[in-house]
Structures are given as C-alpha cells and as structure tokens.
C-alpha cells in the first residue's frame, strides 16, 4: 500500500476508535472525509496523476474511504450505546457479596489473640492423625486402662504398628508431650486444633470438634496460676467479669483432677434458664501436670511443676452466641453463617 495511505489510515483509526464522545467522532468524520477532508483530498489529487499511478492510489483510496466510514458508523452506535447506559454516580453502588470467615474461626481467632495478650506462645496444631502413644500411653493411659473408654476412639487400620496403632486423637492433650520433649521450661502456651470422637451427635456433641490446650510449666507453678489463668480468659471472652470454681475430677494425665466451673455467663452466678438456675457453668478439665507425664517428655517431676486445661471451642461459641445446637456449625446452612 502506498506509504502515504498507509499513514493517514494509522491515524485516523487511531483517533476514531478512541474518540469519546459523538462531537468528537463528528469532527473525525469532518477532518478525513469532509468536503476539504484528507481521505476526499488525496481522491480529488488522482485527477493529476498518471494513468499507472491512479491504478495503484485510486482504488487505495477508495478502500480507506469505505472502511473509515465503517469505523465511524461503528463507533458511533458504541458511543450511542454508552450513552443510552449512562450510569448516575449518586446512586447507592450495589453491595458485593464477599465471603467471611466460619464463626469457629472467628471465635478461635478471639481465643488465640486473648491468650497471645497474656504473654501465651501458640503452636501449631501438631498432627490429627496420632499414635496410640501420644494420644494415650505417654499421658498415663496405658493400654487397658478404664480411662481409654472416656475417649471413643476412631483407630486407624492403615500404616499401625503392632504396639503404637494409629488413631484420630480424642484431644489435643497429646500436643502437651510433643511439645515437652522438643522445648525446656519455663513456657506457657496454648495449641488450638481439631479432635475426633466416635460418638452419637446430639445438641452438644459431635464426632469432631475443636480444642484449644493450655499448657504452663516452670518452677514455680500451682493451682493460682490455673485459676487466675482460667478467669481472667473466660472474662475475656465474654467480656465480664467471671470467677471460676473448681471441683475435684479425673484425668489420667493431672494430679489433682479437677473440672472448672465460671459463673454463668448470662446471668452472672443470680441463676437462669442457661445455667438450670445454678449461677455456674462447667467449661473445662484441667489439673495439675502428672509426674508420669513429665517423665514421658524426660523431665524431672521433681523440679518441675505445671497446669493443663483443655476447653471446647464450639462449646465457647454456643455459649458466646447462644446457640442451641453444635451441629449448626457444621450443617453448611448459609441462613446461620451469614449471620457473623
Ligand atoms: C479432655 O479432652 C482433656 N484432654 C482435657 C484436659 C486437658 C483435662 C488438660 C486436663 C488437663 P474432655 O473429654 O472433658 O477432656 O473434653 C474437653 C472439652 O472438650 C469438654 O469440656 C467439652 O467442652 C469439649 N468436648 C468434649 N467432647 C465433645 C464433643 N463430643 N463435642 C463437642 N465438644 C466436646
């Protein structure tokens, strides 16, 4: 093509396709097909041309002409159409919906950032899938032993050996031994994570649920470091100020056992429907770290004293949010999760 069509045709698509508005496509038009227009000069110029040259340039020519008048017919209806969508920028904008998080984690969030407020490392999770030795045998539930009927275990077939089978751990005090046989007291920490049990789901249990593990060990460590600890996190979560009472229990893995109880957290400790009219709440086990459990981690129990409690965060959560089923967490109904 002749360099100088080539040229004018490079720009003039250029500046139609991006015209913004129809006065300025009108002025286009005007300016490369007008009656003084350079596409109408370059056809009016082929009557000073030789034969030849009007073979080459002329149909050229034509051709631009057509396919500019295309270009602009079609820009037009583009600009037209833009108009007639023409959008009014004071009107509300529609609201996206995005996702959020689960109100498990949301209230698993809470637990981490109030423990991390009291001066509390958190570990990782650690493993789900667990040997029979860290879920049981290392926390002084030997085999046979009564206490292994507390926990309905989901055994695994695959990859167990003869003495150390595989299983989902029942809970995430199995975490405590992991962490003692890899770090030196003094530490306190907490390891939230996800547990199994084989059992039948009503209104407050299910086959798996979360825990959060609380852990303190040092030199110095007695039953006022888990009180204080255990009022001032559940005060915190919900957010009033809660005492704590704690009644004897039994867990293989603390010496003494005990179950914790707080006051309500509805009506404070006065009584009502929540606390069937007691003022208390059980919320938790917990104990004093078993000389048997140190010597799993290789510590000395004589120089070491610590705390444990493990506490249910759906439990938390139902509690927080007042509500009545566990397996609402669960049921993927979005008329329940959208509501946090
Ligand atoms: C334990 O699992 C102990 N490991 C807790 C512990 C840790 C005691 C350290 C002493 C020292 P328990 O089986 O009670 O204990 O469970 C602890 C919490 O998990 C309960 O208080 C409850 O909140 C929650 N929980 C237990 N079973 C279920 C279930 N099926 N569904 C939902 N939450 C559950």
Redesign the pocket.
């Known amino acids: 093509m002749d360099k100088k069509i080539q040229e004018l045709k490079n720009k003039a698509v250029l500046e139609i396709t991006g015209s913004f508005d129809l006065k300025s496509l009108e002025d286009l038009k005007v300016k490369y097909l007008g009656r003084k227009g350079e596409v109408t000069q370059i056809l009016r110029s082929l009557a000073d041309l030789s034969i030849e040259q009007k073979k080459v340039i002329g149909p050229q020519a034509q051709a631009l002409r057509k396919e500019l008048e295309e270009l602009i017919d079609k820009r037009s209806a583009e600009l037209k159409n833009k108009k007639t969508r023409s959008f009014d920028v004071t009107r509300p904008g529609k609201k996206i919906k995005t996702g959020h998080l689960h109100p498990l984690t949301l209230v698993e969030k809470e637990i981490i950032d109030i423990f991390k407020s009291m001066s509390f490392s958190v570990v990782d999770s650690g493993p789900e899938i667990e040997t029979e030795y860290y879920n049981f045998d290392a926390l002084n539930i030997p085999k046979n032993h009564p206490a292994r009927e507390?926990?309905d275990t989901f055994w695994l077939e695959k990859n167990s050996a003869k003495n150390n089978k595989m299983l989902l751990r029942?809970?995430?005090?199995p975490m405590?031994i992991r962490y003692m046989e890899k770090h030196k007291p003094p530490f306190q920490i907490i390891v939230p994570g996800k547990?199994f049990?084989y059992?039948a789901?009503d209104a407050?249990?299910?086959?798996n649920?979360h825990?959060v593990?609380?852990?303190m060990v040092g030199r110095d460590i007695s039953l006022a470091n888990l009180k204080y600890t255990v009022e001032q996190f559940y005060s915190r979560v919900f957010m009033r100020k809660l005492n704590a009472r704690l009644r004897p229990s039994y867990?293989p893995?603390?010496e003494p056992?005990?179950?914790i109880d707080i006051q309500c957290v509805k009506c404070g400790g006065r009584g009502c429907n929540i606390c069937k009219e007691s003022g208390w709440l059980?919320?938790?086990?917990?104990?004093m770290?078993h000389p048997n459990v140190f010597k799993s981690a290789g510590y000395d129990p004589k120089e070491y004293q610590g705390f444990?409690?493990?506490?249910?965060v759906?439990?938390?959560a139902m509690l927080k949010y007042n509500i009545p089923d566990?397996r609402m967490f669960y049921n993927g109904d979005l008329r329940f999760i959208n509501q946090f």
């Open positions: 507390m926990h029942t809970h995430t005090s405590q547990v049990r059992e789901t407050s249990h299910e086959i649920f825990q593990e609380c852990l867990f893995f603390v056992g005990l179950e059980e919320v938790t086990g917990a104990g770290v444990a409690f493990g506490a249910g759906e439990r938390i566990i």
